[in-house]
């Protein structure tokens, strides 16, 4: 069985400010982690996914996370928070065996 | 391709009623995942199928609830009798596989039961 742990369920940042967004995980078996972008209204978006393959993963509009297995962690970063990142995140995790495990979700506020 | 398309975006229903939530995958996709979201237990992975045959349906939360596909672009989950707990976004999902690679989400269904 795996799980995920988002800690903190808002994040706020200024524009321009650097982006960090948790993501601890369990699991009995190599995961393979995700994380997910979902506006208002909308469904879920890949932003970045580790498969195994480079332990720093680079994924769409900036943001990347790198796979710790020592601390069980797959943490979100940006560089430079945009008004436009605004908006929920949730990590995932899957043994490959079944389907996704998601973490409870962080709200990103960035404030102007 | 159009991407995963559920239907109807918005459901309003009274309690004791039947709710059918529809779901197309994308062509080519061999898996299909349901998923559940609430505000309380955040997003619930419901029941998946491979190949059009369900293989775990654990997360159904009751036998009120049910799901079936069809044939390869056709899903549906069904509640009945539906109750106000149902209250929630219901997302379906299709991947070339179990997780390995990407899982592409539809709109979702908000479903309200009064």
């Known amino acids: 069985a795996q799980s995920v742990t988002q800690l903190g369920s808002h994040v706020s940042v200024s524009e321009g400010a650097l982006v960090l967004l948790r993501c601890n995980y369990s699991s009995s078996v190599p995961p393979y982690l995700f994380w997910y972008v979902q506006y208002p209204n909308q469904g879920l978006q890949l932003l970045l996914k580790?498969?195994?393959?480079?332990?720093l993963v680079k994924g769409i509009n900036g943001f990347e996370a790198e796979f710790k297995k020592s601390e069980t962690s797959f943490h979100l970063t940006k560089p430079s928070a945009h008004m436009s990142d605004a908006a929920e995140y949730f990590c995932?995790?899957?043994?490959?065996?079944?389907?996704?495990?998601f973490g409870k979700g962080t709200h990103l506020i960035i404030q102007p | 391709d159009a991407g995963v398309i559920q239907s109807p975006r918005h459901e309003v229903t009274e309690m004791g009623q039947e709710v059918t939530l529809r779901c197309k995958p994308i062509?080519?996709?061999?898996?299909l995942f349901w998923y559940r979201q609430t505000m309380m237990r955040g997003l619930e992975l419901l029941i998946y199928f491979n190949n059009n045959v369900p293989i775990d349906d654990s997360g159904m939360p009751e036998d009120r609830f049910s799901a079936k596909m069809p044939n390869a672009s056709f899903s549906t989950l069904k509640i009945q009798p539906s109750e106000p707990r149902d209250s929630a976004v219901y997302f379906c999902a299709s991947s070339g596989d179990r997780g390995h690679t990407e899982a592409f989400f539809g709109q979702g269904t908000r479903l309200t039961v009064v």
């Open positions: 062509s080519g996709h061999d898996y």
């Open positions: 995932a995790v899957t043994s490959g065996a079944d389907g996704l495990t």
């Open positions: 580790y498969t195994s393959a480079a332990t």
